[in-house]
């Protein structure tokens, strides 16, 4: 695949779920998505950046999601779906994958913002399909599926300076 130059159009897809849970879980952090952003693009030309969110009645996300926005994402919300058994759910995996198809012919490298191995099929089509693919996420909890599947991977662990609050 192409490597990074400065005329490649870029486009940045964050799974927060995935991405607030793998920081809270190992930091008991937020992720800092202004440096998330500003690392995915790399200097190059950004096209669209969508960020996945879960609505679930918590008193602080919508100042997060106009955050976000403010930041320069564009935010997707889903409602958690509560279930008669009381369990709940909630993701993105088919509405990212879709846009990444979707924008594919618009870009020339997709960024995956997420550790998800549900992804390393989404990976391997755009692959296939001649779009550059990056994922960035956490190593020490993205799966090794994902990781393989990319172009290239940014291990988030590896700079919280920049990637955590």
Same mark, same amino acid.
């Given at each position: 695949?192409?490597?990074?130059?400065?005329?490649?159009? &870029?486009?940045?897809?964050?799974?927060?779920?995935?991405?607030?849970?793998?920081?809270?879980? @190992?930091?008991?952090?937020?992720?800092?998505?202004?440096?998330?952003?500003?690392?995915? @693009?790399?200097?190059?030309?950004? &096209?669209?950046?969508?960020?996945?969110?879960?609505?679930?009645? $918590?008193? #602080?996300?919508?100042?997060?999601?106009?955050?976000?926005?403010?930041?320069?994402?564009?935010?997707?919300?889903?409602?958690?779906?509560?279930?008669?058994?009381?369990?709940?759910?909630?993701?993105?995996?088919?509405?990212?994958?879709?846009?990444? @198809? $979707?924008?594919?012919?618009?870009?020339?490298?997709?960024?995956? /913002?997420?550790?998800?191995?549900?992804?390393?099929?989404? /990976?391997?089509?755009?692959?296939?399909?001649? &779009?550059?693919? #990056?994922?960035?996420?956490?190593?020490?909890?993205?799966?090794?599926?994902?990781?393989?599947?990319?172009?290239?991977?940014?291990?988030?662990?590896?700079?919280? #300076?920049?990637?955590?609050?």
């Amino acid at each position: 695949m192409s490597d990074i130059h400065p005329d490649q159009r &870029v486009a940045v897809l964050a799974d927060s779920q995935n991405l607030y849970h793998s920081a809270q879980s @190992v930091y008991s952090r937020n992720i800092d998505y202004s440096g998330l952003l500003e690392a995915a @693009v790399a200097d190059r030309s950004l &096209v669209r950046a969508i960020a996945y969110v879960i609505r679930a009645d $918590s008193p #602080e996300e919508e100042s997060f999601f106009e955050a976000l926005r403010d930041i320069g994402f564009e935010t997707k919300i889903k409602e958690i779906k509560t279930f008669a058994d009381g369990s709940k759910k909630a993701d993105w995996d088919l509405g990212m994958s879709l846009d990444a @198809v $979707s924008l594919a012919s618009h870009v020339d490298t997709v960024v995956l /913002c997420t550790g998800d191995g549900d992804f390393a099929r989404l /990976c391997s089509h755009l692959r296939h399909e001649g &779009v550059r693919v #990056e994922a960035m996420g956490f190593g020490n909890s993205a799966a090794d599926e994902l990781i393989e599947a990319a172009d290239d991977f940014v291990d988030l662990a590896e700079d919280e #300076e920049t990637f955590l609050l």
